[in-house]
């Protein structure tokens, strides 16, 4: 038996000390985001775990993470010496670490975690489903702060404005739109913890966090103030004194809490429980009438005014040159050059680079090769990045952060002639990408009813992939973004109904462990389509524009209509794209997009 | 304006002297069934609605029905003198009674219903959701039961044992299963209100409900014994004897409340709240844990063993012989002879009869002839009973209880040469139905994910229809039983998970209102298809028989598959009832069936 690493021993011991049974630790920071700065990467820097979702458990005798299928294969790499263990649950149970805790916990032991990193509605879970136990809940337990002595501060950047030309709409107009909702929903306050909620509203961005153009802020809307809580030097002062004029009054971050406690007891508070942590939720005035439901503004923005979708079909053509031009040099330079999984991400970045507006990538970009293209969210390291042989798949997911618009798109590519079952893979993957991009249905469905569309043709085959389908995306914000999702489950969120103006990715895949992978993904934009005596219906507009592999397609298990959508796909690539193309690509690119 | 009618004007000044502002009544019954006993139609007697879903709000000033779609053209045919409105919710709006409450009732008002006939998480909803309101309940007022003076009484049949031969599996077994899970759940209690549950844990069967083989009561499963609430007199001496033996303890109907109250405190009890009454849970022992999940039956019975598969497949040669003798002597008598929609009616359960083991309808036939047939659920009466002439659409959706199991089956004919739409809209719901017949999907797929295989050629042409698309099927009990569905929403039931052995409709449909209608129907068994490395794939067997009507088919809008899939249906159909025909049947059968 190993002895356990440093790091667990001086937990256990701090733990010990306390009188603790088990600690938990989430991978959320207190806005409950996926996208936190690495002050809040408590997991990563304990066990050495860097997907975006997991939660640990530690006990005298157990050091477990949780997290979902997309990191096992990530997980089962990076835990080792950690002292920690993967925790998979069993196919189809959704058992997670509150059942581990319930069945392994004595009755009557201390359970403790920091309530400022859970939500209400974890803490309420937890709570519920350890009742019949008899359990202590020590809540505002911090036993990180002490150990992890270089533990990044919080972040510091400075806000900057949003034009008015990218995001289409006033951030008074914004504001009103969300009291207005409030006076619907007859609540007198609405407090924002999403991150991504407050950019939105109030037309800023910042750089807290990397990735996502993001302030560390909370905001309560008032009926006439705007409360910002983010610290005073963060925001410059011709934004202090443009807010000072709309009553957005700025106070300190960490005085969030105590404002809650002294809201009026007659009044009423809109929170979201799944993005307010318990610390906050308890700090609001006792008595005071709580409406929880998702916050206002994340429905707002899920709807893409005209500006935003003008500027997204602008955008989608710079990021389409970005990678056209990398996929032309990459071919150019396969085989004459050594090219790697770092350096694909680093050329990639380099011709985004090119593009006006660009801000930086919008993720991490994977460039996976080969076995490592199995793990859908493949994270490449210094020291195994892959070098690309003159063999193999390919695939490589990336996306953009621009002013004008968030941008994330999958190509997978061949090196060398590909097998037959690459071939069918891949075909059958895009026959599933054809298939939700061209469906029509009406206005009312949600998202897990589409799901199968990009499924099915993988399913009459017996494959499968482990993933949802779309995710929502942001307007020069977080490239996942909800409520909008199309996936298999109607657990997460009931409201998830389609509406026009709505951004979603649309993308299948296959992985087969220590083989390959293949994704193909675009982003594409819900619009009307005709009105009969059964209803609106809606359609999706494909928007992401770069070439599909031809050479990875197997054509016989394509129809008519599938191959009239990429042909007709393939020539809006070339159209919209060769305009901004050297001679030489715009040939190779003509090529890549003829007729199949 | 006309004057209400005596029975509302009676029900308005009960309100009055009781100080009631408003009284809702609901369509259900003790058992919060949708198979309910003539004693508990209080709707139908008060307001001639006989649909088999529906909520009554009255006031002072006014007296709404709410339904759901099905319903709204016979809701507005047999409201109107009624003094009764219907209340049709706006598109995609779940609004409900409890909404129209919340805008309509002042502060401070008295809401009464009986508490018998509500269950206990619609009081819940309705208290919370009226909450900031300030509204006291009266909770146990009937005021029905006196106005209601020539009220039927309370059923009284005797119960009658279900063989082995049919169920598949002793009472002693299942009761035994049923513990096995109750101590999975660490439950010692397990409080049974549906009656079909009951039916199919004690084996027997009632004929307290038409269309239903139900015997009225409530049971208590214990650790050592099971307290059946059913008046002795319902027993017959043999079963009682047999129930002794297995500590099936008899105590009469009326005492479940009381026995509920003397539970003890430190045990606990699973109860579904979805079909208990808020007076039977209130009855409960105070401070016992309560654990609210649906029940265990519920989920047993859904899962139908090897002897009930294989008399299900006999019962569909049974019912289709009955159906096919039905259309031969329909095409050999139509012109003849004067032929509507009742005589249609009975003339299929003449033939039904015929058939071993058969013991009543499952429903109430729908034979309806042109615009009849546009309402999803249409209820013939004698004197609006459409005779069959020339021309038009006739859809016929009937079923039969047997000994050896239950059926559902819809077929829609051509009279006469259909127009080119009754075509397209006939062949369109037929791939609907097709699809969903041979779809192919994982272990754990839930109902809500497949049914847009069922509407996705109607939603490619701007068609839909506004009811689910499957429902589970009773083995010889309720023709809907849960919790398996295939429909649009998922917020009904999280527990619609797809398991082999899970009986079946599918029934996608097209309904113009005052044209026709046209719904194809089969029951569908799921089996189990190949196992990959992606996991155990599923798959339906089709097993209702009966041919379907190729003059209505556009065979342009069918593909390859398509086609073979209904030829070989059409082989099948031949294959398995012609050994039951007479020469001529046979003959007719045969062209009827005749490939594509």
Excluded at 26 to 49: A, K, Q
Excluded at 357 to 383: C, L, M, R, W
Excluded at 461 to 482: D, S
Aim: overall charge negative; hydrophobic content about 40%; charged content about 25%.
């Amino acid at each position: 038996m190993s002895t356990a690493p440093d790091k667990l021993v001086r937990l256990r011991e701090a733990l010990e000390e306390k009188g603790i049974h088990a600690y938990i630790i989430p991978s959320t920071d207190p806005h409950l985001s996926e996208y936190v700065p690495d002050h809040w990467r408590i997991i990563n820097w304990l066990t050495g775990f860097t997907g975006s979702s997991a939660t640990v458990v530690i006990t005298d005798s157990f050091a477990g993470l949780w997290t979902d299928s997309r990191y096992f294969i990530q997980a089962e790499m990076q835990l080792p010496g950690s002292g920690f263990e993967l925790v998979k649950p069993k196919a189809f149970q959704n058992t997670d670490f509150i059942d581990w805790l319930s069945g392994s916990l004595e009755n009557e032991c201390t359970i403790a975690f920091d309530d400022r990193i859970l939500s209400i509605n974890q803490v309420r879970k937890l709570q519920k489903r350890l009742s019949s136990k008899n359990i202590s809940f020590d809540t505002e337990c911090d036993l990180i702060s002490e150990l992890w002595t270089d533990r990044p501060p919080m972040p510091d950047s400075v806000a900057f404005d949003h034009p008015l030309e990218f995001c289409g709409k006033d951030r008074m107009i914004k504001i009103a739109e969300v009291r207005e909702k409030m006076k619907e929903m007859k609540v007198n306050y609405h407090l924002l913890t999403s991150i991504d909620d407050i950019m939105w509203m109030l037309n800023i961005r910042g750089n807290d966090i990397k990735y996502s153009p993001l302030l560390t802020s909370f905001v309560i809307v008032g009926e006439e103030q705007t409360l910002l809580f983010a610290d005073e030097s963060k925001i410059p002062l011709k934004l202090a004194s443009e807010f000072d004029t709309l009553k957005i009054v700025m106070l300190p971050y960490e005085e969030t809490a105590a404002m809650l406690s002294t809201l009026p007891k007659k009044a009423s508070t809109l929170i979201n429980p799944s993005s307010t942590s318990a610390g906050l939720f308890n700090a609001i005035t006792k008595g005071m009438r709580i409406v929880e439901d998702i916050s206002i503004p994340t429905i707002l923005k899920a709807v893409k005014n005209k500006t935003e979708i003008a500027n997204i079909s602008r955008v989608m053509v710079k990021d389409g040159v970005a990678l056209t031009k990398f996929f032309y040099w990459f071919d150019e330079n396969h085989g004459k050059t050594e090219i790697n999984e770092l350096s694909i991400s680093d050329k990639l970045l380099e011709f985004r680079s090119e593009q006006k507006n660009f801000i930086g990538p919008s993720f991490e970009t994977i460039a996976a090769y080969g076995e490592h293209a199995a793990q859908p969210h493949y994270s490449v390291a210094k020291d195994t990045a892959s070098i690309i042989r003159e063999k193999g798949i390919l695939l490589i997911d990336s996306g953009g952060q621009y002013l004008d618009g968030t941008t994330d798109i999958t190509r997978t590519i061949a090196i060398g002639v590909p097998s037959s079952q690459q071939k069918r893979d891949f075909t059958l993957v895009l026959k599933g990408m054809i298939s939700l991009a061209r469906a029509k249905f009406p206005l009312g469905t949600k998202g897990y009813q589409l799901d199968i569309l990009a499924r099915k043709a993988l399913w009459d085959h017996g494959l499968n992939y482990g993933h949802g389908t779309g995710h929502g995306v942001g307007f020069f914000l977080n490239v996942h973004e909800g409520p909008q999702n199309i996936g298999t489950s109607a657990i997460a969120d009931n409201k998830s109904i389609i509406e026009p103006g709505m951004l979603f990715s649309n993308e299948p895949a296959i992985y087969r462990e220590g083989e390959y992978g293949i994704r193909t993904e675009n982003l594409m934009i819900c619009y009307e389509d005709e009105e009969t005596e059964f209803g609106q219906f809606l359609k999706f507009d494909t928007v992401s524009l770069c070439h599909i592999d031809k050479t990875l397609i197997d054509k016989s298990l394509l129809d008519e209509s599938e191959i009239g959508w990429l042909n007709f796909y393939h020539s809006e690539v070339y159209e919209k794209l060769s305009p901004f193309l050297s001679d030489s690509e715009k040939q190779w690119l003509r090529e890549k997009t003829e007729p199949l």
